[in-house]
């Protein structure tokens, strides 16, 4: 076995000394996106070495917020991947309307896109009023954005093709109003909406939902991690409930592949045993 490399000791005593210091669980993050994700810090915040980057984080909380967004970086579009949002449309929605309520779980919502896309899919389908979703981030600045609804009128733009091929049924214009170069979406489509501060490494199931969706938020997980969130995801959903995983993500080396069933493998949507 080959010993490690110096910065790769300094990079596990950082994520360790911001578990200790902060509670914010990265020590079964994989470990090249996450040491990427460093090195970028490194340059942004000024230092030369991830164990000066360490001493900035342990002595000061506002280095350790500015380096959280570097660590939990969101990749995201509204209606991404718009063949899943389609499958959820016609494959999940008909079961959905049999319950007289629901709760539905984004994990990972970061700043709020997959959040408003999902919001607008169950306003269309009828089922908004009679859901309460639970909007879930470890990282407060992003639920602080997803909150506020208010996004570049430039990505909102590109946004409208994917609301279309998802099966949208009507203008995607129709759900924000646009001012200078910015977009704020309709607050009516939160007012259901559970904004909570929860990480997949250290905490625990919170309710009872019918749907899940954790969508490429996993591939960032070491095996380990992977487990446990698909565990939590599990004891999460009721009898028969959902999940939804991203276009890259994949339960079928998992130790909980035999607790769920395909219901549109292409689309990583699998329905609770």
């Not at 596990?12 to 578990?19: F, G, N, V």
């Not at 350790?64 to 969101?74: C, D, H, K, R």
């Not at 591939?219 to 599990?234: D, M, P, S, T, V």
Request: aromatic share 12%; with cysteine.
């Amino acid at each position: 076995m080959n010993n490690p490399t110096s910065s790769e000791i300094e990079l596990k005593l950082l994520i360790e000394a911001i578990y200790l210091k902060y509670s914010y669980d990265f020590r079964d993050y994989a470990g090249a996106s996450q040491k990427r994700r460093v090195l970028h810090a490194l340059r942004q915040l000024r230092c030369e070495s991830i164990s000066e980057l360490q001493a900035k984080v342990l002595h000061d909380p506002d280095t350790f917020m500015e380096l959280l967004q570097y660590l939990t970086i969101p990749t995201t579009e509204m209606f991404r991947d718009p063949d899943y949002f389609l499958a959820l449309r016609e494959q999940v929605v008909p079961f959905l309307k049999t319950y007289p309520s629901l709760k539905i779980w984004i994990a990972g919502c970061s700043t709020g896109e997959e959040l408003y896309s999902m919001a607008i899919l169950l306003k269309e389908e009828g089922l908004l009023d009679r859901s309460i979703i639970y909007a879930t981030d470890i990282n407060p600045h992003s639920l602080d954005k997803a909150k506020k609804g208010i996004f570049s009128l430039e990505r909102v733009r590109s946004y409208t093709a994917n609301y279309q091929a998802a099966g949208g049924k009507q203008s995607f214009s129709d759900y924000y109003t646009a001012a200078y170069d910015a977009a704020l979406f309709d607050r009516s489509l939160c007012e259901n909406v559970s904004f909570a501060d929860h990480s997949l490494a250290t905490d625990s199931v919170f309710s009872e939902t019918h749907l899940v969706c954790c969508r490429n938020v996993m591939i960032y997980f070491n095996h380990e991690l992977q487990e446990r969130a698909l565990g939590l995801f599990h004891e999460s959903l009721c009898h028969r409930g959902f999940l939804g995983l991203g276009s890259k993500e994949s339960i079928d080396f998992s130790g909980h592949a035999n607790a769920f069933e395909p219901l549109v493998k292409a689309q990583r949507i699998y329905r609770k045993r």
